[in-house]
């Protein structure tokens, strides 16, 4: 059951993934280059603290 749930996971996220692609040019004209701008900045964020807390993680497993 476990394997069957990341399996759909994993192809939600893939589908989720191409839909954004598939309607990013429309996206583009929407939110404009400030609206980008202002999403890369926030998905870097994000990306930056899923890092810090996996290396934190790490950290704290390796120390017991």
């Known amino acids: 059951v476990q394997k069957l749930v990341a399996g759909g996971a994993l192809v ?3 589908v989720t993934v191409g839909v954004l692609l598939y309607l ?3 996206i583009e004209r929407r939110i ?3 609206g980008l701008s202002i ?3 926030l998905t870097a964020l994000l990306l930056a603290a899923i890092a810090a807390q996996m290396i934190l993680t790490g950290v704290k497993h390796f120390l017991g």
Do not use: N
């Open 12 to 14: 939600l996220a893939a």
């Open 32 to 34: 404009g280059s400030l």
């Open 39 to 41: 999403m890369s900045k």
């Open 24 to 26: 990013s040019g429309g």
